[in-house]
């Protein structure tokens, strides 16, 4: 008998054990549909220019590599702060408004979840259903409760609105909400400006904490109006947690660069919450890796570097709208079964196609079409070169 005889085999990742295996697959013509990264017309995950030259500039000037502050570099704290809130609410936030450099949007969420459980009067953490498969992990993981609330409605693969407004104007003082702040995880469908304000004052009325998940700044469409619902939040005085990922619109992926921002109700219990953040990062990874944070940190304080950048989001932004085209003209051609059109009305990376899990099985196992079981496609994956098969594919598991 060995030691870990008793360890029971864990259930794969849902989203990151399909490109594992998407690696392995021996068929030279696979899709990967499966994880949220950005590729271009060619098939790439583009390492962007802006972010090329920023680490140059890192390489020749950088003169240490000692640790960073528990919360990470002041300097990012400040230019994330004013790239989420724009700066004039920035500075008007000020000591309301704090902030930690993380190890990714998800390294934010940990930290946030930890000091949600240990610190506030929540009984629940309230979740769209559905939401990103990762959420109920982090959150349990740190011991919170966790409800859901409707959001997405499979009949019309919109949102259902009233359903939605409905529920979460039941939902307790002091819970905390998940919201998407654009470019919903998994289904593309967001909120717009109107529903933001509508929310916010719901929020304002019961007394639960919003949480943002931003991870798609730039996805849906632009920096700023993408930005709506967590401004709206803070502009209203509200309490406001905001978890933001630099993976997707830099493309930093694997440098692992993210920063928790909460907006308390005034300086004396900013600079509590962010004594209990530093206990969370402390015990959990010490303090944030530095490269991606100084890539952050180099352009956006660049004015040259920060224009690449902002063309740059624009580039994939577009491709990503036109492969929604193109997809959607290519299945109607086709002649599927079903309308596909409301893919061109969704945001960002993700939609749902409506795929059951016995279909989306027979994508990959059949056609090497790695989707996620849950029917969530990566549009972003989809190339000039791999349109026809992948069209192909889903024809023939649909009739
Ligand atoms: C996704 O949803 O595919 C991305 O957010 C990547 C991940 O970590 O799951």
């Not at 930290?111 to 769209?128: C, G, Q, R, T, Y």
């Not at 409605?153 to 909400?177: G, H, K, Q, R």
């Not at 289904?187 to 304000?197: C, F, K, R, S």
Request: a negative charge; glycine letters at 6%; proline letters at 5%.
């Amino acid at each position: 008998m060995s030691s870990f005889d008793n360890v029971s085999p864990a259930p794969a990742d849902p989203i990151l054990s399909l490109t594992e295996a998407f690696k392995t697959d021996p068929r030279p013509e696979k899709i990967n549909l499966s994880v949220g990264v950005f590729v271009d017309d060619t098939g790439r995950t583009p390492i962007l220019e802006s972010v090329r030259k920023a680490e140059q500039r890192i390489l020749e000037t950088s003169t240490s590599k000692s640790y960073l502050p528990m919360t990470g570099s002041p300097q990012f704290a400040q230019l994330t702060q004013q790239l989420c809130f724009g700066s004039e609410l920035a500075s008007q936030l000020s000591d309301r408004l704090v902030t930690l450099q993380s190890p990714g949007g998800t390294g934010a969420l940990r930290v946030s979840a930890d000091f949600i459980a240990k610190n506030l009067e929540a009984k629940n953490i309230w979740m769209s259903s559905p939401t990103w498969a990762n959420h109920h992990g982090i959150f349990a993981a740190a011991g919170n409760a966790i409800e859901s609330y409707p959001y997405f409605d499979s009949a019309t693969n919109d949102l259902n609105y009233p359903a939605f407004i409905e529920a979460i104007s039941n939902i307790p003082a002091d819970d905390i909400v998940v919201l998407h702040g654009c470019c919903h995880n998994p289904t593309g469908v967001d909120l717009n400006e109107e529903q933001w304000q509508e929310v916010a004052q719901i929020a304002a009325s019961k007394g639960w904490i919003p949480l943002i998940d931003f991870a798609y700044q730039g996805f849906r469409s632009g920096l700023e109006s993408d930005a709506a619902g967590a401004r709206i939040f803070a502009q209203a005085g509200l309490p406001l947690i905001v978890a933001q990922s630099f993976s997707k619109n830099l493309g930093l992926y694997q440098d692992r660069v993210g920063a928790l921002h909460v907006v308390a109700d005034d300086a004396d219990s900013a600079a509590k919450v962010i004594s209990q953040l530093k206990i969370s990062v402390r015990v959990n990874y010490s303090n944030p890796p530095a490269h991606g944070g100084a890539v952050v940190t180099t352009v956006l304080s660049d004015d040259a570097l920060r224009q690449q950048w902002h063309g740059e989001l624009d580039v994939m932004r577009r491709r990503i709208a036109g492969i929604r085209e193109n997809f959607v003209d290519a299945l109607a051609s086709a002649g599927l079964p079903k309308d596909y059109s409301f893919l061109k009305r969704q945001n960002g990376m993700f939609s749902f196609t409506g795929l059951s899990k016995e279909q989306a099985l027979a994508l990959r196992e059949q056609h090497a079409v790695y989707i996620v079981n849950s029917g969530r496609i990566n549009v972003a994956g989809i190339t000039t070169a791999n349109l026809d098969r992948l069209v192909a594919a889903l024809k023939a598991v649909s009739s």
